[in-house]
């Protein structure tokens, strides 16, 4: 039996994470319930599950947006507790107040944070107002008629993002002035389309810029703490490939101030459960860049270098419990990294790629955790975000977690849907990842890391007639015996 005052928790959720979080609620004694669409029926969540809930919608994704019926799954199972994990309803404020209307617990933070967070305008807004810092920038809410002039004002390179965006969705870089009109008509198209909000604030591009994030987190009595920082420099088109701790591209003074910030920042928001402060860093200076108000994908580095289950932590805050270890308590041992393993063809523009998965192996050993949402048997469909699995290595320094992260992609053996695994072996054994010179714009500006490399004629040939000899319709062919053959019986010469 459990401590909490909740014994059942309903993940709304699916893929690695849902998994990630139901075996934390396992350990801690709760029943854990699933809801699912079609589309993950056998999935390792749903296998892992006590309960699983189908869900309906006339998509994969409409159906894990619906709170409605989510809310209801949770009540008809007796649930007490909604983790909502990322993506999907993770950020979103109304389906927050839904859960706690309906005397469930939210495993997350308060729909006031979400609320000021989740609009990139108000939180920049109220972070400026703290006296933290913030690029320079122009906000088409405080007067619409001169947002252009205003945005010329500042000078190229600038950033066009959506108030509501997130994810790197509706961004534009503009570093000439004469298509920022155009620029700024495209990014509020995509943020109608996908955020349903076009409203626009534009800021000062920072030009190779790191991206660094700080892992926080609150109780409910006002105790908020950092974890650490995270590097997510290695990104393409804004989207997070490789994250790892602690950056190699800071000093400790910088990582103190930008780790204080970023609590700081917490703090002023009376913020509680699991959240990730993000800046942007370039020539020693730091700006706020967003505040994630849940838990990430990258979060299981810094589990790995302090030893802390974030997930716990965030149950034991959702039951109204203090966090049970302070700032001094926390300790950052090693070093960690962790790839993201996609169903998509590297070679061909990271497109995504679809397939059954025919065969499944995980490396393991020392320093190595594989989170992963499919099994043998299962198919993959561009249903959902092509993320499959995430790789993540331990060591005492950089240079071994590197070396155990080519050890383990190398051991990981994932057939019948192409993956991005040859990808990130070539991305991790590059000189200037190695040497941790690596900005948010340099996996773009290396396309050569992409292509795939040139096979010897000798085994292209061995590998044609390998996946020859693996079709049916071949093996029979060779194992047949000729008619003349069989007509003779048991004759032996």
């Known amino acids: 039996m459990s401590a909490l005052p909740f014994d059942a928790l309903l993940v709304a959720n699916r893929g690695e994470i849902a998994l990630r979080i139901i075996r934390t609620a396992k350990r801690l004694g709760l029943r854990t319930v699933v809801v699912a669409h079609e589309a993950d029926h056998g999935s390792p969540a749903t296998a892992a599950a006590d309960v699983v809930v189908p869900i309906h919608g006339k998509t994969g994704v409409a159906a894990y947006l619906d709170g409605a019926q989510i809310i209801d799954a949770a009540r008809k199972t007796g649930a007490g507790a909604i983790h909502p994990g990322y993506g999907f309803l993770s950020e979103n404020a109304a389906f927050a107040r839904a859960v706690a209307q309906a005397g469930i617990a939210f495993v997350g933070p308060t729909p006031e944070a979400i609320d000021l967070m989740g609009d990139k305008v108000r939180a920049r807004a109220f972070v400026a107002n703290k006296g933290f810092p913030v690029a320079p920038s122009a906000i088409e809410d405080d007067d619409p008629a001169t947002f252009v002039a205003r945005a010329r004002a500042l000078g190229a390179p600038l950033l066009v993002k959506p108030s509501a965006g997130g994810g790197g969705k509706g961004m534009r870089i503009v570093r000439d002035m004469a298509v920022l009109e155009q620029e700024i008509a495209q990014a509020r198209s995509e943020g109608e389309r996908y955020f349903g909000d076009g409203r626009l604030y534009v800021e000062r591009f920072v030009e190779q810029p790191r991206h660094i994030e700080v892992q926080v987190m609150g109780d409910a009595h006002g105790t908020v703490v950092h974890l650490g920082e995270r590097e997510c420099s290695v990104q393409r088109r804004f989207q997070k490939i490789v994250e790892e701790t602690p950056s190699p591209g800071l000093s400790a003074d910088e990582r103190r101030r930008i780790c204080d910030a970023a609590a700081g920042i917490a703090r002023a928001a009376g913020y509680r459960n699991a959240g990730t402060v993000e800046f942007i860093y370039g020539r020693g200076e730091f700006y706020f860049l967003e505040m994630n108000t ?106 071994e977690a590197i070396a155990r992260a080519r050890k383990a992609l190398a051991d990981f053996a994932l057939l019948g849907c192409e993956t991005n695994i040859g990808f990130l072996d070539r991305l991790v054994a590059d000189p200037a990842f190695a040497a941790g010179e690596v900005h948010t714009g340099w996996l773009d500006a290396n396309p050569a890391l992409a292509a795939d490399p040139e096979i010897a004629p000798d085994l292209r040939r061995r590998l044609v007639a390998i996946a020859a000899l693996a079709t049916r319709a071949i093996r029979d062919g060779a194992d047949a015996v000729p008619p003349l053959y069989a007509a003779m019986g048991g004759w032996r010469n």
């Open 294 to 399: 849940r838990l990430q994908v990258e979060h299981p580095v810094t589990e790995m270098v302090t030893g802390i289950d974030l997930v716990e932590a965030q149950l034991r805050v959702a039951a109204g419990e203090r966090l049970t270890f302070a700032q001094n308590d926390i300790r950052s041992n090693g070093h960690s990294i962790e790839l993201r393993i996609y169903a998509e063809s590297a070679s061909r523009g990271f497109t995504p790629t679809t397939g059954s998965v025919l065969a499944l192996r995980l490396p393991s050993g020392e320093g190595v955790r594989v989170d992963i949402g499919i099994a043998e048997g299962q198919r993959v469909t561009t249903n959902f975000d092509p993320m499959l699995a995430k790789l993540i290595v331990h060591a005492p320094d950089r240079g």
